[in-house]
């Protein structure tokens, strides 16, 4: 079997252990025997267990972004681009569970050098969400624009809910029939907003 | 000095060490020389690692829960009550900042106990924040009442955005001065909605 195929095996492995049990109480034999190799070879092609936690940290935030990215369509109006991306984040992080348990809930424990790693590439959807909340208001009648602060507060704000909505979504249902469901919570919250939704006015992905 | 005195002192020194380190890596030496006191003092007092981890996430959730419920004056209108709510939220973790990072940070890997009493207490936050969209529904013009899997996505979406912009903000700014700030934004996020930011539309503390 090509070492590449290989590997992939071991990560899913050790992406399934760390979701369960975290990154202490994991154990590299249950690693090992889960993707049906020896520990040895799982040493040997990924060192440690330290390394190949930091290459589950990077595998799955890099699919999470990749996956944010194919969803949105650049040319489309500001509504459905956010609307298209968190349908993109949803569906993937209902389809892969533990890759989000690992970056959202064991990686982010300070004073581990993983944390640094999951804050950076946290930092990386921010900004994904910070370009998409500019644009919105330039195409839109803001006067003025909106101060940088205040659209990094947004971004971040924006961010914060996802995550919160990931695991709410993933805890209530497993096999991710409601991503659609949950990024219009996220739409009609983010979009339209609470004033709004009192008064009726909702957001529909048919509106624009 | 009466022991009421010595445990708080090390119960502050005990958050303190706790948010730096992280809760492996803290020391009870540490801990104890920060408070001032012997290490055995500690152990008779607060008996454990583990309990005095416990004793400092129990006593830094219900502090900020109280700070949360004190802001709100149940009479006033929703918006009101939503802003007074983000204030006193992010008016006390910018005042404790060690406090939220072992509330936000280093209690929430999955497979310790005290993940389980972080996320009990997380979510009598948003038990606070779904009676609040509620009651802002039925006080607004909604014709038929938001279904209920609705209002705890918001609610969640909500609490979500509220940790990631606390987070953020302490990060900026540790001496707690732009908590205003910080509410407003997260106030034109949930309340205004980024279709009406975009439109040069904004909320404002003084409107209501």
Redesign the interface.
Known sequence: MPREVRERQMLDAAVAVF?R?????ASMDEIAELAGASKPLVYLYLHSKEDLFSACIRREAEALIAAVQAAVDPGAP??RR?WNGLRGFFAHTAAHPDGW?VLH??A?????PF?LEVAALRQRLVDVVTRL?TE??E?????EP?PE??V???A??????????AG??NERDGTGSCER??AE??M?????????????RR?APARS
């Open positions: 979701a049990r975290g990154y202490r109480a500001a509504d956010l348990a809930c064991q982010r424990t300070h004073g581990e944390a909340i919105t208001a195409a839109g009648g803001c006067t909106l602060v205040e990094a507060g947004l971040h704000a924006l961010v914060g809910a996802a995550e919160s909505l709410w979504s469901r949950t919570t996220l009609n919250f983010a979009w339209t907003g609470l004033e709004n939704l009192r008064n009726g957001w």
